[in-house]
């Protein structure tokens, strides 16, 4: 199996950016889900180009992640949505998975939008660039230890069913060790050329640059393996729907705290 197998699936799955999908089958859905990172610095990366330009803070973030959303087709919205409605509910597995399966978005999952949105867009202004591509790796990273061997599915088919228990454990941390080398080469730029909008070159992370971009990326895997577990419970596995609130918890959770810490 080639390498370029699993990044083919990994962009087609995980973005809007045109490639051409050889091969679909759980081994290379594995590769997929380990490469997820990457895909994470590169959406990271092309969405972040707003908060370069000269515009007020509030209104370049508003505007990445408007195009982080346009980039990833709003699939990962759409599975927080669903995964708040259906776990809203407070229904068993198999009705809460109906819920989620519906194509409309109900009370739980259009407040839960609203406030990771503003959450996110409020974290972002009081950072920038280097903040978001970090959020965006850690939000890629907590696919591949949702796909972990051991997480089942939460139902016969989708693409939970094709994706999960594919990353073996030692691939997983692998990748977990070079996504917070990432992060902290990220915290070190956002240092070195002020990639903040707050005040100076430098001024919002000193030092403490290569610091805190690796905490924000471990606590927003924290975040999103503590809802892994939680909706592991009640639905008895992961679902395409668990995988996109996933993505997005880890990334409001890592933008947080790189406000916080900052």
């Known amino acids: 199996m080639r390498l370029t197998d699993g990044l083919r699936f990994a962009l087609g799955t995980l973005s809007v950016i045109p490639v051409r999908v050889d091969r679909v089958d759980r081994q290379v859905a594995g590769q997929a ?3 997820a990172p990457a895909v994470g610095l590169l959406l990271g990366t092309l969405a972040g180009l707003p908060l370069l330009l000269p515009a007020p803070p ?12 346009l980039l990833t087709r709003g699939l990962h919205l759409d599975g927080l949505a669903d ?7 407070g229904k068993p597995a198999g009705p809460a998975l109906d819920i989620m399966k519906k194509s409309d978005i109900g009370p739980f999952g259009v407040l839960t939008l609203v406030l990771t949105l503003l959450v ?3 974290a972002l202004a009081a950072t920038g660039f280097w903040a978001l591509v970090t959020a965006c790796v ?3 990273l907590a696919l591949t230890w949702a796909c972990r061997s051991g997480v089942p599915a939460a139902r016969p088919g989708g693409l939970g069913a094709m994706v999960a228990g594919t990353v073996r454990r030692p691939a997983a941390w692998l990748v977990t060790v070079a996504a917070l080398l ?16 707050a005040g100076p070159p430098g001024a919002g992370l000193g030092l403490a640059g290569v610091i805190v971009a690796p905490v924000a990326a471990l ?3 924290g975040a999103a393996l503590l809802l892994l577990g ?26 947080v705290v790189c406000a916080i810490l900052h």
């Open 33 to 35: 889900m380990t490469l």
């Open 58 to 69: 509030l209104l370049g973030a508003a505007l990445a992640l408007g195009l982080l959303a």
């Open 83 to 89: 995964l708040a409605d259906g776990l809203g509910s």
């Open 120 to 122: 996110q867009a409020a």
């Open 138 to 140: 850690a939000g890629r």
């Open 182 to 197: 990432a992060a902290a080469g990220l915290g070190t730029l956002g240092t070195l050329n002020g990639l903040s909008p």
């Open 219 to 221: 606590a927003g895997l």
């Open 230 to 255: 939680h909706a592991g419970r009640r639905l008895g596995g992961v679902t395409g729907d668990v995988l996109g609130a996933l993505v997005e918890t880890a990334t409001a959770t890592a933008l």
